[in-house]
């Protein structure tokens, strides 16, 4: 099966999802290639009693765990973190806790202001519009006015309510003194946009069962089918062949009963994620002049601090995601020893299994029993938990690059996946969840439970595709195009210098609208390269 069209583009997730719909919308023809499938919303199981039990296997965030046929497996073995992705129409959106922040001004200006990392080739300020513009595709629920942004930080719809856990915790930092705002999330506090508004369920992170959340299969994908997008479900993407000038012309992908095929395009965008990026471009040996395809990973690892309390809190309430959020350090204070800082976030406990069942590292048998009863006793509708994002400064050391003993069911090298926690990571989540039980404390908690580093918490797959402008030191320009050759381009969060301390899909989000937009303004230019 060979296709023709304008543009290939590899991976259906929140990146792939914009710069389809945008470059239908300008008229070009869109082939996309998926190695996952569509997965609606009666698919998932936050409405069934069985969810906290299916997070566990069928609706895990870690590939190694889940082993669906569309998934491929990932050497971690010597890795700190285990990276998390869901492969489908949606991409990992799908299962994500949809806490929708965008990057900080600082976080563009890190070698600038602390001397580490590198500085973006753009500031906060350019892209501000296309902060806004994806959130009112992604129906964000927040307040507007957040005073750690020069703008505000505004938001389309509502916030979603506090409730009892965020009154509480509200209560123990307005006693220290400390920031906090209501959380902005791509869950819409009222119907918008084919959207149902949030029931306030709680189990976002096993998928939507209620169609509120927001995902790029709701929000993008019926529009660029209605546009005439060529989407190829069950296409996992082999390699990117270049003509005799050296520009990308066209990806061979191999169906689910490993029939090969060649999707051709004058432009090939990858959007596959930090670790899936890499892979492809390091299978297909292009890109790497400044040596830099698969290094530089950042993860954000996580650290918690759940409180317990007399107080009947209904934890168990939604969202997910973020109820507050809290910026208090999150900007580098050199005397705490270490540098930048990290985002709170407040979350639920979730149902008797708790939220983070399916990925503590706990073994199952621990949650059953007598330890079981005394956690509900104990805990059940009184907990609350600050999540904390440190920002993950990037490290060459860490890294994606091809496995030589283990394939993919396609025979495909899988990614490994080389990552050590740093020194200046291990002194922040001290810091921060020491902070953290301060603030539950004064919020009146009975017990803390501290968390120093979860394993699987690898969500935000960033740098291994660096952007920059100097084709030695890094891989794509400020646009996506791959340097020396043309017609290449990666959107997705590999191409981000620093991680910042934030969620990345509003970033990722507004990062691919900025160079989808550019690449169908200079469209005749590409085309003549």
């Excluded at 048998?365 to 104990?378: C, I, K, P, Y």
Aim: net charge negative.
């Amino acid at each position: 099966m060979n296709t023709e069209s304008d543009v290939v583009i590899i991976g259906a997730g929140p990146s792939g999802a914009v710069a389809a719909l945008e470059l239908l919308r300008a008229g070009m023809s869109v082939t996309v290639l998926e190695q996952g499938d569509w997965v609606p919303a009666d698919h998932f199981d936050g409405a069934r009693p069985e969810w906290e039990l299916t997070q566990l296997k069928r609706w895990h965030p870690n590939p190694n765990v889940r082993g669906r046929p569309e998934d491929y497996p990932i050497d971690t073995a010597a890795s700190d973190v285990n990276p998390l992705m869901f492969a489908g129409v949606g991409g990992a959106a799908l299962i994500y806790g949809a806490h929708w922040m965008r990057f900080m001004p600082s976080d563009f200006r890190v070698r600038t202001l602390d001397g580490v990392a590198r500085d973006w080739p753009f500031a906060y300020e350019d892209l501000a519009p296309f902060y806004g513009y994806v959130e009112e595709a992604m129906g964000v629920s927040g307040l507007s006015g957040n005073p750690a942004y020069p703008d505000g930080a505004p938001c389309p719809l509502p916030a979603l309510p506090m409730g009892k856990v965020g009154r509480k915790a509200a209560e123990g930092m307005n006693r220290l003194g400390w920031h906090w705002w209501p959380g902005s999330n791509a869950i819409p506090s009222r119907a918008y946009r084919g959207l149902q508004p949030c029931v306030l369920r709680g189990t976002c992170g096993t998928g939507c069962s209620d169609g509120a959340k927001a995902t790029p299969d709701r929000t993008h994908w019926p529009e660029a089918q209605k546009l005439g997008v060529n989407l190829r479900t069950g296409a996992r993407a082999a390699e990117i062949e270049t003509d005799a000038k050296g520009r990308a012309r066209a990806v061979v992908w191999i169906d689910r009963r490993g029939a090969r095929h060649r999707a051709r395009g004058s432009v090939v965008i990858l959007c596959a994620n930090g670790v899936g990026t890499p892979r492809l471009l390091l299978m297909s040996g292009l890109g790497n002049r400044s040596g830099l395809v698969g290094r530089r990973l950042m993860m954000h690892p996580y650290a918690g601090v759940m409180g317990t309390f007399e107080d009947d809190l209904e934890s168990w309430v939604g969202p997910a995601g973020q109820i507050l959020t809290s910026m208090q350090f999150y900007e580098t204070d050199r005397s705490r020893g270490f540098l930048r800082g990290a985002k709170w976030n407040c979350m639920p406990a979730g149902g008797p299994q708790s939220f983070r069942a399916g990925y503590t590292g706990g073994t199952l048998t621990g949650g059953w029993g007598a330890t079981l009863h005394d956690r509900v006793a104990r805990k059940f509708g009184r907990s609350f938990e600050w999540g904390i994002i440190g920002e993950d400064l990037p490290d060459e050391s860490n890294r994606v690059d091809l496995s030589d003993a283990l394939v993919d069911g396609d025979g495909l090298p899988a990614p490994r996946i080389t990552y050590a926690i740093s020194d200046n990571t291990r002194k922040m989540l001290a810091f921060h969840t020491a902070r953290a039980v301060e603030a539950m404390e004064a919020a009146g908690a009975i017990e803390t439970e501290v968390t120093p580093l979860i394993r699987d918490c690898g969500w935000h797959l960033m740098g291994t595709a660096v952007m920059g402008d100097d084709p030695e030191t890094s891989v794509v320009n400020a646009v996506g195009a791959v340097h020396d050759v043309p017609g290449l381009y990666v959107m997705d969060a590999s191409t981000f210098p620093t991680s910042s301390g934030m969620n990345p899909t509003a970033t990722i989000m507004a990062v691919a609208a900025r160079s989808v937009l550019d690449l169908i303004e200079r469209r005749a230019e590409v085309d003549a390269a």
